[in-house]
């Protein structure tokens, strides 16, 4: 596609349920990360996927939290027993390598999922 | 660890106008990159400007520029003729060089009035 797409756009859940969040980069980026804003915050770095590289993990605050990246495309964030505080919206960005759309340094956002736990 | 200060939380401008958010960021790199991105109310991040570190010009986009001053490390942003568009979050962002992750600032909001 065009750009970074998201989905769901909104999510609500009930605190204890597991949910899954997914990111579709821009067509031939390798890079790929998950950011968590918080409301009224700036971005939180959660993980990063680079081509078949071993994820980095740093930034995942739990052991709740995972994500996937299948074929080197799409990623998959999943969130395990939802508590209160993961309530935040969830930004994925890509990047791509010389040659491909985009400069090799910028990040291109989408739109994000706002994930609210009651 | 990088940082990136916002010390602006709010700033408003009068439609027309011009404004200058500012950023402000600690490192010990001397190769890096730094960006502005506006997040109007759609959520959507969009790349507003980016700098490499070892370009003394500064970079401009139409009706935004940027002051870098790398020995003080400061990287303010100034929008001229300003529109209701513009209304939105500015993050200021810090990347090194051939790294994997990108710092943010806590944001500005910057409201636009006409």
């Known amino acids: 596609g065009a750009g970074v797409s998201q989905s769901p756009s909104n999510k609500v859940t009930e605190k204890g349920k597991d949910v899954e969040l997914r990111c579709d980069p821009i067509?031939?980026?390798?890079?790929l990360y998950w950011y968590r804003q918080s409301l009224g915050q700036g971005l939180e770095f959660l993980i990063y996927?680079?081509?078949?590289?071993?994820?980095?993990k740093s930034g995942l605050p739990s052991d709740r939290f995972s994500a996937e990246r299948t074929g080197g495309s799409v990623s998959t964030l999943t969130i395990q027993r939802t508590q209160q505080e993961d309530s935040a919206v969830y930004l994925c960005?890509?990047?791509?390598?010389?040659?491909?759309?985009?400069?090799?340094?910028?990040?291109?956002f989408g739109p994000g999922t706002r994930l609210t736990v009651l | 660890a990088q940082t990136v200060t916002q010390s602006q939380p709010e700033m408003s401008v009068q439609e027309a106008e011009t404004v200058t958010l500012s950023c402000t960021y600690d490192?010990?790199?001397?190769?890096?990159?730094l960006f502005w991105y506006k997040q109007p109310p759609s959520r959507q991040m969009i790349l507003v400007i980016r700098?490499?570190?070892?370009?003394?010009q500064n970079a401009t986009e139409n009706r935004f520029s940027v002051n870098f001053q790398k020995a003080a490390k400061s990287f303010s942003l100034k929008i001229s003729d300003s529109q209701l568009g513009d209304t939105a979050m500015y993050f200021c962002a810090f990347m090194k060089y051939n790294n994997n992750d990108m710092r943010f600032g806590a944001g500005t909001r910057l409201t636009v009035k006409p």
């Open positions: 996927f680079q081509g078949n590289s071993a994820p980095d």
């Open positions: 960005a890509s990047r791509g390598l010389a040659g491909t759309p985009g400069s090799t340094d910028t990040q291109y």
């Open positions: 490192t010990s790199e001397s190769n890096y990159y």
């Open positions: 700098q490499e570190a070892y370009k003394q």
């Open positions: 067509s031939g980026h390798t890079a």
